[in-house]
């Protein structure tokens, strides 16, 4: 990988861009303002995820659950998310690399708490 490299708070999880993104995305849905996570996207298998162990989290409010959230279970780290079903792309939460690039990116805003979910 000719990209950066991030990894979770205890260094357990690593994981290698294929190249830095373009933009990241901070998403004001429930769950991604409590993980306070800023999102780029890549496609599944481009992105070089080592080490472990990684515990995944499916929101049990959503609709039609489309995603997995993906944490370091030692440190609580969020990583990465994947997608649920047929997509093409996944997310690595930009926070784990290093912050004057991260910061250095244009930020997209997403309306999340536009999207429909059942639950409290």
């Known amino acids: 990988m000719t990209g950066p490299a991030g990894s979770c708070h205890c260094g357990a999880i690593r994981l290698h861009l294929p190249h830095v993104p373009n933009?990241?995305?901070?998403?004001?849905?429930?769950?991604c303002t409590k993980l306070g996570t800023?999102?780029?996207?890549f496609?599944?298998?481009?992105?070089?995820?080592e080490g472990g162990p990684i515990d995944g989290y499916v929101?049990?409010?959503a609709v039609k659950p489309s995603l997995t959230t993906h944490r370091c279970a030692r440190c609580g780290s969020v990583t990465h998310w994947s997608a649920i079903g047929d997509h093409d792309r996944m997310?690595?939460?930009m926070n784990l690399f290093d912050p004057?690039?991260?910061?250095?990116?244009?930020?997209?805003?997403?309306d999340g708490r536009a999207w429909p979910v059942d639950g409290p």
Do not use: F
Request: charged share 25%.
């Open 23 to 31: 933009e990241v995305t901070r998403c004001n849905c429930t769950l």
């Open 38 to 41: 800023r999102w780029a996207y």
């Open 43 to 49: 496609r599944p298998g481009s992105v070089a995820i």
């Open 59 to 61: 929101r049990a409010d």
């Open 91 to 93: 997310g690595v939460n």
């Open 100 to 110: 004057d690039l991260v910061d250095a990116l244009p930020v997209r805003t997403c």
